[in-house]
């Protein structure tokens, strides 16, 4: 590890220019590339007390060894030598791009003699026009086959096309009314690039005229007793329909923009972007990012921009729309507009269609970044991989077969509750996913709920073992499940784990070791994972152990504790709804939902339930005599809810409104 005083540049040194810098490693490797408005300020922030830095950033200044850096003109050229240094080096500490590729677009090469439609990767060649990106090569096959009915334009290869010129006989295209076949003069020069000029303006969104017109053509031919072209005509509308259908419109003005999205944890980052041609999305990719350097969303902005268009091969549309700009956004949007030849409006959308669109794409983005994880976490030597490592960082005697996670969750106090998920093999087992709820005390303190929920669930583990001497299995959910076993006890809890996890940093560990101590437990492993650096906290330690931020082991201990915090969420939200739609009606015995909601559609809301005769409910359908008499003896016994505050509104209402409050609170929970 490398002291950065002793390649500190002297004071004076660094220029104030724009330019980017490259630290290296004692081996000469580079291993970060950045770029400044002014160096001087810049790489001095880097060489400061070690404590003040970024966990991440403090790693890279002591891994490097040496640093030198490039004056140049203005931002905008500081900007495109990152991006270029960044591909040429590969530097470890910058953010990387996985799972990118050269996605496929449908091009149309109006720079040959006879132009040819065919899926095309990489760099963009001058006079050829191209359509998407999309997805897969064969979504754009699908979209070529339906229109090559109504536009017959070439597709076939060089080498085909010169063969059939020889042999004077079309390919098989040519003969099912695929192809116009110019190999054979079937069409002339100018005919068939009218042919594909027409194909790249129905693909570009000029749709409405054409299809128009082909309609026209169609009446007409119907009008003349031509059905057969008539038919023929119906088809090829049909078939350019359902062409169209494969893009439908998402914007009404015909819009040509990219719309950029992220979804990121700690650790990762799933880029999407949605390529958006005349109204119309014609493409759409993505990449996971690794976060090896401390970056916030706009600079993951910034970076996805580079890696989009940096390479030459994506043009740049009028609009791109990101979810946080660039600080400062001025040089990315003059980057843009260069490369584009004319104004880019590089914005985040606030309002309508747009704003909608890209709500989209963010979900897009995190559905790629779950299903990333979820591949990882499906590999059985990923896993096998990260429970040796989390054994090795714990220092711990075998790998932690059965790992248990708790989380306390509460609104402000309220309804607060406590989960265990539990992990075997690195994989969730759901079936005996535990909830509590805490009952020793009121309020808010996540320590004393810990304590508490820890102690519940190992005393519930001695008790059965002293009783039974033997493991059973569980399948409830809840620790308040309904007796199910022969003797009418309740099920009880599998196996102790060989490693306790909790959702927080010392307080919360040591609470846990003090649960733990005072029931004589000593052979479960404890730590805690601190969600703001990610740290392992164990017990009786004043330091973290800090695992690479690579580590498969780290990204295991971050699922199970994402897992206990939604589990724990979802328990709160249940039981807070619950809690604030309940009604004077839920305590008539014999009254099932269905009539509860009867006689509130009828009467509106308790109170005048309560006002209500027995005749009068009695004219609800589905209410007897009997149930009337019986919902009317528990109202009135029953003493009026006191009044309570709708937070949302202000509004004091009673326990009739009391079930609409749901629905207009929306508080978030721990």
Request: neutral net charge; charged residues 30%.
């Amino acid at each position: 590890m490398a002291d950065p005083s002793t390649y500190r540049p002297a004071p004076g040194a660094i220029p104030l220019s724009p330019g980017v810098y490259r630290f290296r490693d004692e081996h000469g490797r580079v291993i970060y590339v950045g770029k400044a408005k002014s160096l001087r300020p810049r790489l001095s922030s880097y060489f400061q007390d070690l404590a003040n830095l970024h966990p991440r950033t403090a790693t890279m200044v002591t891994t490097a060894a040496s640093v030198e850096w490039t004056v140049v003109g203005t931002e905008v050229e500081a900007l495109q030598l990152e991006y270029s240094w960044i591909k040429e080096f590969d530097p470890r500490f910058n953010v990387k791009y996985r799972d990118d590729k050269s996605y496929p677009e449908l091009a149309v090469t109006l720079n040959e003699q006879f132009p040819r439609v065919q899926v095309m990767r990489g760099a963009h060649k001058k006079g050829v026009r191209y359509f998407g990106p999309y997805g897969h090569a064969w979504a754009i096959r699908e979209t070529v086959d339906l229109m090559l009915r109504v536009f017959p334009v070439r597709t076939c290869s060089n080498g085909v096309f010169k063969r059939a010129q020889q042999v004077g006989r079309p390919c098989l295209l040519g003969y099912i009314g695929k192809c116009a076949a110019p190999c054979v003069g079937k069409i002339d020069e100018a005919g068939h690039r009218a042919l594909a000029e027409e194909f790249c303006d129905f693909m570009a969104g000029r749709t409405g005229n054409y299809l128009r017109r082909l309609e026209d053509e169609m009446r007409a031919a119907a009008a003349e007793l031509e059905y057969e072209k008539a038919g023929r005509l119906r088809d090829d509308i049909e078939a350019l329909k359902r062409a169209m259908e494969k893009n439908a419109v998402v914007l009404a003005d015909g819009t040509d923009a990219d719309l950029l999205a992220l979804a990121e944890d700690e650790l990762e980052a799933a880029v999407q972007i949605f390529h958006v041609r005349g109204g119309r999305v014609r493409g759409q990719r993505g990449w996971v990012t690794d976060k090896v350097e401390d970056v916030d969303t706009a600079a993951l902005v910034e970076h996805a921009l580079q890696q989009l268009y940096g390479g030459g091969s994506e043009t740049v549309p009028r609009e791109v729309l990101v979810p946080a700009l660039p600080e400062p956004a001025e040089p990315v949007q003059e980057w843009l507009a260069g490369l584009r030849g004319s104004g880019v409006d590089l914005r985040v959308p606030q309002r309508g269609d747009k704003k909608d669109l890209m709500a989209t794409v963010a979900r897009n983005a995190q559905q790629a970044l779950a299903l990333h994880k979820t591949k990882r976490a499906g590999d059985l030597t990923t896993r096998s991989r990260a429970l040796q490592e989390i054994a090795d960082a714990l220092e711990l005697d075998s790998v932690p077969l059965r790992i248990e996670c708790f989380d306390i969750s509460h609104l402000q106090g309220d309804d607060v509750v406590a989960s265990m998920v539990v992990f075997e093999d690195g994989l969730a087992r759901k079936s005996e996913y535990r909830r509590f709820q805490i009952k020793g005390f009121e309020g808010q303190d996540d320590v004393r709920s810990m304590h508490e929920v820890i102690g519940r669930r190992f005393r519930r583990y001695l008790q059965e073992r002293e009783q039974t001497g033997e493991w059973a299995v569980v399948e409830e959910e809840d620790e308040t499940a309904s007796p199910t076993a022969e003797d009418g006890r309740p099920k009880r809890f599998a196996y102790p784990p060989q490693l306790l996890v909790v959702d927080g940093g010392q307080p919360q560990v040591a609470a846990a070791r003090r649960a733990l101590d005072e029931l004589g437990i000593d052979d479960v492993a404890l730590c805690g994972l601190a969600k703001r650096l990610e740290e392992v906290w164990l017990p009786g330690q004043d330091d973290p152990v800090v695992l690479p931020r690579s580590s498969e082991g780290l990204y295991l201990l971050q699922r199970v504790r994402d897992e206990a915090h939604r589990f724990a969420i979802t328990y709160q939200r249940a039981k807070r709804a619950k809690r604030l739609t309940s009604s004077g009606l839920d305590a008539v015995p014999g009254l099932g939902e269905s009539r509860r909601t009867a006689l509130l559609k009828h009467f509106g809301s308790v109170k005048r339930i309560r006002g209500a005769t027995v005749e009068e409910i009695c004219a609800v359908p589905g209410i007897g005599r009997r149930t009337a008499e019986t919902v009317v003896q528990a109202l009135s016994s029953r003493p009026p809810v006191a009044f309570a505050v709708n937070t949302a509104t202000g509004e004091i209402m009673g326990d009739d409104a009391q079930q609409n409050v749901a629905s207009t609170e929306s508080g978030e929970p721990k």
